[in-house]
């Protein structure tokens, strides 16, 4: 994990978010495109300690997509394709031209698995009663007579990414930020540990030195006066 993520960092950035969609929202019989225009805003949260906020731009990202139909939906010759993911020659390109669409110019790599995610038990089942036992959406919700061990979703699409995004300017300058405001003198043990006043003081400022290499500019000003404040 650790190699994959470097090749995701560059320019002194050494870290990177985890997000996920689980399950990932489509409709049974839906096209890959159909599925993915749906969202105009891509349908992940982020499982990285950090509060929650919306992406609208990265540095680099691996995304991976498994459990979603990769058949191409079926259009009459010469019919002009209703949206540019339409017009994508294969499943992969679809989710390609997806990524640039949603954050132009980031360095992204795509990868769809036919194969969905097992969920069967003693998963946890937790699902919403929209999901059918394959994990896709359905408009009305199964009846109480259809639940039970036999109505258990036994799998589910998934869409998961690990990016290199400014959320991380935010994770991290406020670790910075919680480190400073603790008084460590007053814990002894830290200390008898083998960690010296002046190493620990070294590390507060390269973890403040690498929050600021997720900066974009947009905010960053506010949250770095928010650190050097104490």
Same mark, same amino acid.
């Given at each position: 994990?650790?190699?994959?993520? #470097? ?29 993915? /225009? ?17 992406? /609208?731009?990265?540095?680099?990202? /691996? ?34 031209? *997806? ?39 359905? #408009?009305?919700?199964?009846?109480? /007579? ?51 006043? #002046? ?14 290499? *997720? ?5 960053? #000003? ?9």
């Amino acid at each position: 994990m650790g190699h994959f993520a #470097d090749s995701l960092t560059f320019s002194g950035r050494k870290v990177v978010a985890a997000w996920a969609s689980l399950p990932f929202p489509a409709f049974c019989g839906s096209s890959l495109p159909d599925t993915l /225009s749906a969202h105009q805003d891509v349908p992940w949260k982020l499982l990285s300690s950090g509060k929650e906020q919306k992406v /609208s731009c990265c540095f680099a990202q /691996s995304v991976v997509l498994r459990g979603i139909c990769k058949e191409r939906p079926s259009s009459s010759p010469g019919q002009q394709p209703p949206t540019p993911l339409h017009a994508c020659d294969t499943p992969e390109q679809v989710l390609q031209q *997806y990524l640039h669409t949603q954050f132009p110019g980031a360095f992204s790599t795509a990868h769809l698995l036919q194969q969905p995610c097992d969920t069967r038990p003693p998963f946890p089942q937790f699902f919403s009663p929209l999901l059918t036992r394959q994990g896709f959406l359905q #408009d009305k919700a199964l009846g109480h /007579s259809s639940a039970g061990p036999n109505r258990a979703v036994q799998s589910i699409p998934v869409l998961a990414a690990l990016q290199a995004s400014p959320v991380l300017h935010t994770l991290l300058s406020g670790l910075c930020h919680d480190l400073r405001a603790r008084n460590v003198r007053r814990w002894s043990s830290f200390f008898t540990a083998g960690v010296e006043q #002046d190493d620990f003081q070294e590390a507060l400022e390269e973890l403040k030195t690498l929050s600021q290499c *997720y900066e974009t500019g947009f905010g960053a #000003d506010e949250s770095e006066d928010e650190v050097d404040s104490d």
